[in-house]
């Protein structure tokens, strides 16, 4: 079996764009996972912003659960609240992920010289595959 590592955050399209990425690999089905990562940001909450229960309620993570299940992924919504990096790398060593794929942002030509923060750390981090997808092409 193999089993995909999707960390999202709550840009939809982003969200939407690695959902497609695995949508979009020829792969059987019944032997592949997909577990969605969704870490929630404690700034956010410190500043008092509306930070949902669970993951299951914030729109990025719906809509690609959604769309991975159509494609008849198994796939799992878990959430945490640590800082994103470790969540990551933790989970993908606990749970015997095979691969790693990230959301890239738009960058800006010097920009893209670099990855972001999360993805750099992630990449570095780790002994497994990581893929990053680029923007919608819609």
Sequence with gaps: MYHWLLPVDA?????????EYLTGLP???DECVVTVLYVFDKQSADAGEHVPATATRVG???RVSEHLEEH?????VIDDSVETVDAILRYAT????????LGGRKRSPAGKALFGSVTQSVILNTDLPVTVTG???E
Excluded: C, F
Excluded at 11 to 19: D, I, V
Excluded at 72 to 76: A, E, F, I, V, W
């Design 60 to 62: 990025s993570v719906k």
């Design 94 to 101: 606990e749970n015997d992920a095979d691969e790693i794929v």
């Design 27 to 29: 792969h059987p089905t």
């Design 11 to 19: 840009n939809e399209e982003r969200a939407m764009t690695q959902a």
């Design 135 to 137: 923007r919608s092409s």
């Design 72 to 76: 008849g992924l198994d796939t799992t």
